[in-house]
């Protein structure tokens, strides 16, 4: 499945960002789908993923309660509100999709990566 990655920006701190992620087909219904970013020099990280059979979610520590990640498998895209932005979260971010369930962080497991789209959050 390709994955088209939107909705990055300069954003003031305290400010909010919603990315969206579309996919070309219908796989994506029955995919694990995740937000991952990355700052140059360092590791991609993975921030937000969502289950398609049972509707979980899961978040990492630095953005649980300031992030929200959903998805439209009628519109096959996943969403990532993001409210009460901070300049660390300034990254590039993409989205990935995977078959298997579970797991959420681990990158190697997702099969299909979007471009990534930035997004800069100034003081």
């Known amino acids: 499945v390709q994955l088209q990655a939107s909705g990055g920006g300069l954003v003031q701190a305290g400010g909010s960002l919603r990315l969206a992620c579309t996919a070309s087909d219908g796989t994506f219904r029955r995919s694990t789908v995740a937000w991952f970013r990355q700052v140059p020099g360092n590791e991609r990280a993975f921030v937000a993923g969502s289950g398609w059979n049972r509707g979980d979610t899961f978040y990492a520590d630095s953005v649980r309660g300031r992030f929200t990640i959903s998805r439209d498998d009628a519109k096959t895209t996943v969403y990532l509100q993001m409210n009460s932005l901070k300049p660390e979260d300034t990254a590039i971010y993409y989205c990935?999709?995977?078959?298997?369930?579970?797991?959420?962080?681990?990158?190697?497991?997702?099969?299909?990566w979007g471009q990534g789209t930035q997004v800069t959050v100034r003081e």
């Open positions: 990935a999709a995977k078959v298997s369930s579970g797991n959420y962080a681990f990158k190697p497991s997702y099969r299909s």
